[in-house]
């Protein structure tokens, strides 16, 4: 079984989704699809100037991981300028916040998307190794974080 993919936390959603060369796209509609992921990496490294590290713990991801999300970024944004192609962004694996699960059957901890947690009815997950379906985002407490607003990933408080 292949390893899941790891959600790339981001602080902003982009305001402007498409850019095109003031020309037109020189290639024939020719344009580079630059993920949302590989935008923040983009603000976090070169408009905040963060060092490499700091860039991959805020993204949630490992120093490697940053360092491909932000190669591809570079080469699509460059690709665009040299050859007047158009820039679109979106899609891509990120989330803005994370929500902690816990499976009451297994003890399985995983984290889900906070975005994903709005369609899934009533904040319910089937956990990955037993199938059993549970309650996401309870801390401690018990009672769901996401409606309090009292998950430690969406508050931005660490000390939960």
């Given at each position: ?151 430690k990933y969406h508050s931005g408080n660490s000390d939960m």
């Amino acid at each position: 079984m292949a390893r899941p993919v790891k959600w790339r936390k981001i602080d902003n959603l982009p305001t402007v989704s498409r850019f095109i060369p003031s020309g037109g796209a020189s290639d024939g509609g020719a344009e580079n699809i630059l993920k949302i992921e590989e935008l923040e990496a983009l603000r976090l490294k070169d408009l905040e100037g963060l060092e490499q590290e700091a860039c991959a713990l805020r993204m949630e991801v490992s120093r490697p991981t940053f360092q491909r999300i932000l190669t591809a970024a570079r080469e699509k944004v460059a690709d665009s300028l040299i050859h007047g192609k158009a820039l679109q962004i979106e899609g891509g694996h990120f989330t803005q916040n994370l929500c902690a699960v816990r499976c009451s059957m297994c003890g399985r901890e995983w984290t889900e998307p906070f975005e994903l947690m709005g369609c899934i009815p009533q904040g319910v997950v089937t956990c990955p190794d037993c199938g059993t379906s549970v309650a996401a985002c309870r801390p401690e407490g018990g009672k769901r974080c996401c409606q309090r607003g009292q998950c430690k990933y969406h508050s931005g408080n660490s000390d939960m």
